[in-house]
């Protein structure tokens, strides 16, 4: 099965590659308490390299930041300037992505050994051949689905788009997903590979599921950031953005992506320095995977009911708007059904989420994908979930984790698309 080869290859590099160490780095976490403190984060998030693991957004909300072992006290003596204390929040990130190593390794050892070693591990996290190979499995192995590729990437790879489909040639309506915008976010992926899995294996035998693909054509990118999820396992586990060349930047690699769709593009919460983490590219769409994304949108502009964009982490469901703090025309249809969505993903194993619009609930943020499908394709229900946790792991989340974080956040979909097929 190319699936298995895939998987033993790439546990050889998983092991062999040189990557960058992260040994002694903390992340500390400041809580702004006034209009002075909180500008001087927006300052340090757009105009240095300051890797943010949770973005400033208002007063009393704490702030999460990586911080390297030499840039320590130059760190803390620009918080003090403003009267910003910190905590210590994750006392090495090295020692998170080492363990998470070891457990994906250990995780690969026990499955291969078992009777189901052929089989995909939904349990663990995989390298984007990976996953490439297994959509193509499931496409060869199960009519519903179809796979296509929607883009390619600056470094050839290959934007792979999985539609589960019960029929209708193209005249249903639809949901569309897009997943690990952000390469650090894995997560997302591994959630991803395994919702694609239950629409396309369950179909027939869950009376929900059946409906909704009924209901709807579902199609969803797993990996809408292949070059920087291949990065993050090769070199930096911690690379946030695409790999794209910045002309004039020899030394700065990367867009990111979420910040280069056409809605309040240049807006607030991105960044002109092709350095920086939030940097949106020189203009909308000059990347091929937000290209790519609207693409999808535009042939199907009027079937697509839903827009999903996942994320992690920060335990959040999110409506637009993100370049501004008024809310929409829809924002009360938006409410009522991320309300249904919460409390179905609630019930499951009683994990917390707030929600609300995504200026509000999490940060200022232009040119995103949520922004863009409401805004230019009228989709009402336009979503940015950001999954577990809340920081104690944050994009190390434990491979033991990825079920419980798939599962819940597909109930609170499905409560979604059970409800949309209502209205």
């Known amino acids: 099965m190319k699936t298995a080869i895939v998987m033993c290859v790439c546990l050889a590099t ?21 209009e002075n403190q909180l500008q001087h984060l927006f300052n340090m998030q757009s105009m240095t390299q300051t890797d943010f693991w949770s973005s400033p957004s208002m007063l009393n909300r704490a702030v999460d930041m990586r911080v390297s072992p030499t840039d320590y006290s130059s760190m803390i003596e620009s ?28 995780r690969r050892a026990i499955h291969s050994s078992t009777a189901s070693g052929r089989a995909f591990d939904f349990a663990n996290y995989h390298t984007y051949d990976e996953i490439v190979a297994y959509l193509s499995d499931l496409s060869a192995s199960n009519q519903l689905v179809s796979t296509s590729t929607i883009g390619v990437t600056g470094q050839g790879r290959n934007i792979v788009m999985a539609t589960v489909s019960s029929g209708g040639n193209g005249t249903k309506a639809m949901v569309y997903m897009d997943c690990l915008m952000h390469a650090r976010e894995w997560a997302a992926t591994a959630s991803c590979v395994w919702m694609i899995n239950q629409l396309a294996t369950n179909y027939g035998v869950d009376a929900d599921i059946t409906k909704m693909v009924d209901a709807f054509d579902w199609a969803i ?52 320095l092709p350095c920086a983490d939030t940097y949106r590219g020189p203009y909308a769409f000059s990347e091929p995977e937000s290209a790519a994304m609207r693409d999808v949108l535009v042939a199907n502009s009027g079937r697509v009911k839903s827009s999903i964009s996942i994320h992690t982490y920060s335990q959040l469901w999110m409506s ?11 924002y009360d249809e938006m409410y009522r059904v991320m309300t249904i969505g919460v409390n179905a993903l609630q019930a499951t194993y009683g994990t917390v989420f707030d929600y609300g619009n995504i200026a509000d609930t999490i940060y200022l943020a232009a040119g995103s994908t949520a922004d863009y499908a409401y805004d230019v394709h009228g989709v009402i229900y336009a979503f940015a979930l950001e999954l577990r946790d809340t920081g104690i792991y944050g994009f190390q989340l434990p491979p033991a984790q990825i079920l419980p974080t798939a599962t819940e956040t597909f109930n609170g979909i499905k409560a979604v698309a059970l409800e949309i097929v209502k209205a």
Request: charged residues 15%.
């Open 14 to 34: 998983l092991a062999a590659a040189q990557r960058i160490d992260y040994t002694g780095h903390k992340v500390i976490r400041v809580v702004p308490q006034n």
């Open 221 to 272: 990118t797993p990996i809408s950031n292949p070059d920087g999820y291949a990065y993050s396992w090769a070199t930096d586990r911690l690379w946030r953005k695409n790999r794209s060349q910045q002309p004039g930047s020899p030394t700065c690699y990367g867009t990111d992506p979420n910040r280069n769709f056409d809605a309040g593009f240049g807006g607030p919460g991105t960044s002109p």
């Open 79 to 106: 918080l003090a300037s403003v009267g910003l204390s910190h905590t210590i929040h994750v006392n090495d990130v090295g020692k998170l992505i080492q363990d998470e190593q070891k457990n994906i390794i250990q």
């Open 320 to 330: 637009p708007y993100g370049y501004q703090s008024t809310l929409p025309a829809d």
